[in-house]
């Protein structure tokens, strides 16, 4: 199952909710930086994290939105991207081109059905 993006507006709520809680951190669990949320709360009988928590919080706020996925959601941006978004307009149109030479060819008997497929099948590799 796919991991919902992560919202700015709950990493500050977190962060800065560990300014004024006994533990802080739970904005690094929150967005996926467990080992530095384990540290958080291990130091969280010192003023170190909650000191932290706080920049960050502030740090979170003063970010766009923009700013805020490419940081803390650019893995699940990776994810969901389709390669077809990456083409170059140009190189599928010809390939196409070259596939509707080839539906010609089959279609005038020159090739038979299992070379169009397997030259089908090459020319669309080549677009991903």
Not at 48 to 73: C, K, M, R, T
Not at 83 to 92: L, M, Q, R, T, Y
Not at 100 to 108: A, H, M, P, Y
């Amino acid at each position: 199952m796919a991991t919902p993006p992560k919202k700015r507006t709950i990493a500050v709520s977190l962060a800065l909710a560990g300014t004024v809680l006994p533990v802080a951190g739970l904005h690094k669990f929150y967005l996926g930086q467990s080992w530095w949320g384990l540290c958080y709360l291990l130091l969280s009988w010192t003023p170190i994290p909650h000191v932290a928590s706080a920049v960050e919080g502030i740090w979170y706020l003063a970010q766009d939105g923009n700013e805020f996925d490419q940081n803390f959601n650019a893995a699940l941006e990776a994810a969901d991207t389709d390669k077809a978004d990456n083409i170059e307009p140009e190189k599928v149109t010809a390939i196409a081109d070259a596939l509707r030479s080839l539906d010609t060819l089959r279609q005038d008997g020159l090739i038979s059905e299992g070379e169009f497929e397997e030259k089908r099948r090459a020319l669309l590799d080549r677009i991903s």
